[in-house]
């Protein structure tokens, strides 16, 4: 009897059948698939791979739970709760094994504390915490106050709390009373002021705590606040700014054939042009003469201060000097000048050679100013006064006046080849800051040099250097 068609076929192919179904993988779309199922129990199937990922699930997230329940634990538990609870299970042990009846006392009264202790940590306060500071910008030195305040929006009385709120590197600590339905309570607290620089204050926490020190759990309740201690400074008179015949507008000793400032008449040149000519000189001489003008100009006040610490023998002296950038720019920036304020740039660390450029501070505002000279530190990276006289002079266009600031490690002869990066119609100030030093005003080869040993000397040295100019 002949085979039908179909089944000789269906014969034929089976054994190639068979072995291509071997080869190829139950599951195509597990191929180069690496996940936490396939790393247990590869492609496996059935109910005890199942079960083996659903024990693995429920442990990681039995592990999980542990871990985030261990860290409150660990957060709230303190030192001596620690000591309590590990002589606890070892006075019961010890107590029952060896007979001691003291020892089980002493474990009793364990578990008693930390019961008691637990209650502290029941709940949570319905507090509504405000913080406050008076001034968010202040004078070194002068006083400044923060407030904290506390009020109770819910239907019960309250206990009283201890309320920390972190200043700077310390921490300031208050006590609220009690406070019942819709009550508020305010407490001013000081923040200290004696060095520039930004103070962060908060965030304000309560904490509940037993009495005996087993449990503390701490409940922030307000972000952090900053407070910008500005540099001291001084008003400067505005006439000292324009130092040695600089003010605004004022014509100086450069000649122009185009201006404002009337100078003299001189022959006419080619080129000149002809609208300057004065025709009534040219009607009376017979020659063509032309007007000629003092050029006028727009001061540019450029104030430097070096952050390096060879150019500043204490912390005493760079204060100062920060004080006395501060002074300069502020004046300047309040008459309305142009003024650019550069500190040393920094060259980082692991910088394979120095980095020649400046800083360029704010000096859009007084106040933007004052933020950032609040900010500044000194490096043994930084550039010295030299180098930061010599970027300057080759960044900065238009220069008038340049006010070099520094403390009293250069010398003459530094300060000197400092000024000598200028131009000659710039008119250089060094200003030496040493509180230590005798204060004067000096010339030194076209420069002028300022001692100051405290910063209301800065006002009188300035004006008498003005009014010798």
């Not at 009550?183 to 520039?196: C, G």
């Not at 610490?309 to 501060?326: H, I, R």
């Not at 006064?385 to 250069?410: N, Q």
Request: one cysteine or more; charged letters at 20%.
């Amino acid at each position: 009897m002949s085979t039908p068609r179909g089944n000789r076929q269906r014969a034929t192919s089976s054994p190639a059948n068979v072995s291509a179904h071997l080869d190829a993988p139950a599951h195509p779309g597990r191929v180069g698939l690496s996940n936490t199922r396939t790393r247990i129990v590869g492609a496996r199937e059935g109910i005890l791979a199942d079960a083996v990922i659903n024990l693995v699930r429920v442990g990681a997230a039995l592990g999980a739970m542990t871990s985030r329940l261990t860290a409150r634990i660990a957060s709230v538990v303190t030192p001596l709760g620690w000591v309590i609870l590990g002589v606890i299970p070892l006075g019961f042990a010890a107590g029952y094994l060896l007979g001691w009846m003291e020892l089980v006392v002493v474990a009793w009264a364990g578990v008693m504390l930390a019961l008691f202790a637990l209650l502290y940590l029941v709940g949570r306060s319905p507090f509504h915490v405000r913080l406050d500071l008076a001034h968010r910008r202040v004078v070194v030195g002068e006083p400044a106050r923060g407030a904290v305040t506390v009020d109770n929006p819910s239907a019960r009385r309250t206990f009283g709390t201890k309320v920390e709120i972190p200043v700077g590197l310390g921490l300031a600590e208050l006590a609220i009373p009690s406070l019942r339905k819709g009550a508020e309570f305010t407490q001013d607290f000081a923040i200290p002021t004696l060095r520039r620089g930004v103070i962060r204050v908060g965030p304000v926490r309560t904490v509940r705590a037993d009495p005996i020190g087993l449990v503390r759990r701490e409940l922030v309740w307000t972000d952090m606040v900053d407070l910008i201690v500005h540099p001291r400074t001084i008003g400067v008179p505005s006439t000292s700014t324009g130092l040695i015949r600089d003010l605004e507008g004022a014509p100086t000793r450069d000649l122009t054939s185009s201006d404002v400032a009337f100078h003299a008449l001189r022959e006419y040149q080619t080129g000149d042009e002809r609208r300057y000519i004065h025709w009534k000189s040219t009607a009376k001489t017979g020659v063509y003469m032309v007007r000629q003008f003092e050029e006028t100009r727009r001061s540019h006040l450029m104030v430097a201060l070096s952050l390096s610490n060879a150019d500043y023998e204490s912390d005493e002296q760079f204060e100062l000097a920060v004080s006395a950038a501060g002074s300069l720019g502020v004046r300047a920036i309040r008459d309305g000048r142009t003024v650019s304020v550069v500190a040393s740039s920094i060259t980082p660390e692991f910088a394979k050679r120095k980095n020649f450029a400046l800083r360029s501070l704010a000096t859009h505002l007084p106040s933007r100013l004052l933020d950032e000279l609040a900010v500044v530190e000194t490096s043994p990276n930084a550039l010295r006064i030299r180098d930061v006289a010599r970027v300057a002079a080759d960044e900065i266009v238009g220069i008038s006046v340049a006010f070099l600031i520094c403390g009293g490690t250069p010398t003459p002869s530094e300060l000197r080849a400092a000024s000598s990066s200028f131009p000659l119609d710039v008119a250089c100030v060094a200003i030496v800051c040493d509180p230590d030093a005798v204060p004067g005003f000096r010339r030194v080869a076209g420069l002028s040099v300022l001692t100051i040993g405290y910063l209301d000397d800065l006002r009188i040295a300035l004006a008498r250097s003005a009014s010798l100019a």
